[in-house]
């Protein structure tokens, strides 16, 4: 049987996996952690969502990987309307 190496994690995936700017990534995936919860609790469809954010791409867009696509100006501004 073959043995499987397991270690464990430092707190940012994106780090242990080596990515360029991982803190950066790591707030991204926490921003969109935020914003998927919020538009839940609101009880809004995404498209709705993104309307009352004034975000001119669709909010799919925004919360699908890969992060790093997504602007991390156009996620923080949306958290603040």
Do not use: W, Y
């Not at 969502?49 to 925004?62: E, F, N, V």
């Amino acid at each position: 049987m073959k043995q499987t190496t397991v270690i464990r994690s430092g707190g940012n995936i994106f780090a242990d996996l080596g990515l360029p700017n991982a803190d950066e990534h790591m707030l991204k995936a926490h921003l969109v952690l935020c914003l998927d919860e919020m538009i839940e609790q609101a009880g809004l469809t995404q498209h709705a969502a993104a309307k009352k954010m004034g975000i001119s791409t669709t909010l799919a867009d925004l919360l699908r990987p890969p992060l790093v696509a997504n602007p991390f100006s156009t996620m923080r501004a949306s958290l603040r309307r």
